[in-house]
C-alpha cells in the first residue's frame, strides 16, 4: 500500500514563495510518474505539474514559469517549487501519480496553500 504524506503548505503573500513536500512511502519502486494536483474551494481537482510516463515535465498554463516540479527517487519524495504566488493559487495541494484512468493511488490529506494579503 502506498501512502502519500504532503507539507510544506502555509500562508504567504502574494509574490511570496513556497516549497511543497510530498513523502512517498510503501510499495512504490519509483518516482517515475508523478504529479502535483490542487483544488481551490468550489473547483474541481486539477492537476498542476507533473513527470509524465513519456516526454519533459508537464505543467498547467496558470503556472508555468512559477512553479517547478522536482523529485529524489532516493528519499521517495516529490517536491513543487512554487514561486510568485497568486491568490488564485490558493487551493489544498495534493501529490499523485497521474494516469490515464485517473490518480493511482489513496489520496493524502493535501496540504494548504492561503495566498493572501
Known amino acids: 500500500q502506498v501512502q502519500l504524506v504532503e507539507s510544506g503548505g502555509g500562508l504567504v503573500q502574494p509574490g511570496g514563495s513556497l516549497r511543497l513536500s510530498c513523502a512517498v512511502s510503501g510499495s512504490v519502486s519509483s518516482l517515475f510518474v508523478m504529479g502535483w494536483y490542487r483544488q481551490a474551494p468550489g473547483k474541481q481537482r486539477e492537476l498542476v505539474a507533473s513527470f509524465p510516463r513519456t516526454g519533459s515535465t508537464n505543467y498547467v498554463d496558470s503556472v508555468k514559469g512559477r512553479f517547478t516540479i522536482s523529485r529524489d527517487n532516493a528519499e521517495k519524495t516529490v517536491y513543487l517549487q512554487m514561486n510568485s504566488l497568486k491568490p488564485e493559487d490558493t487551493a489544498v495541494y495534493y501529490c499523485?501519480?497521474?494516469?490515464?484512468?485517473?490518480?493511482?493511488?489513496?489520496w493524502g490529506q493535501g496540504t494548504q496553500v492561503t495566498v493572501s494579503s
Open positions: 499523485n501519480a497521474p494516469t490515464t484512468t485517473g490518480p493511482l493511488y489513496e
